[in-house]
């Protein structure tokens, strides 16, 4: 095995905070750290993973929102120190790993259907 990649799995084992298990198509609340001058706030981004790219330590997932009809994407590391907490709301039942074909619908087509547990 690489040596590498055993050093990396032990720190990421070390930092990674525990998050719920979520993919593509689940929709999730990201409570985010935000620095405006000398304050800090909190700012909560709800909205529908579309993508999840990387593995270990340089994970990254999108997630997409409407925000007053403008579509609005924001990318999150999952490692960021600034992820305060992040929250499943509803498990989606999609058949894509990468949900781009969301950009182009508008109204009640972009939603996406909810899993049953």
Do not use: C, W
């Not at 990396?8 to 998050?19: G, I, M, S, V, W």
């Amino acid at each position: 095995m690489d040596l590498i990649k055993v050093v990396e799995q032990r720190f990421a084992d070390l930092t990674q905070k525990a998050y719920p298990h979520f993919k593509s198509g689940d929709t999730i609340t990201v409570a985010y750290r935000i620095k405006e001058g000398n304050k800090e706030r909190i700012q909560q981004y709800r909205g529908v993973v579309i993508k999840m790219a990387g593995h270990g330590s340089s994970k990254r997932f999108t997630v997409r929102k409407m925000s007053e009809n403008i579509g609005v994407e924001r990318i999150f590391p999952i490692n960021s120190p600034f992820i305060d907490n992040i929250v499943l709301n509803k498990i989606g039942k999609v058949r894509r790993s990468k949900l781009y074909y969301l950009r182009k619908l508008i109204g009640k087509k972009s939603r996406i259907k909810e899993k049953r547990i």
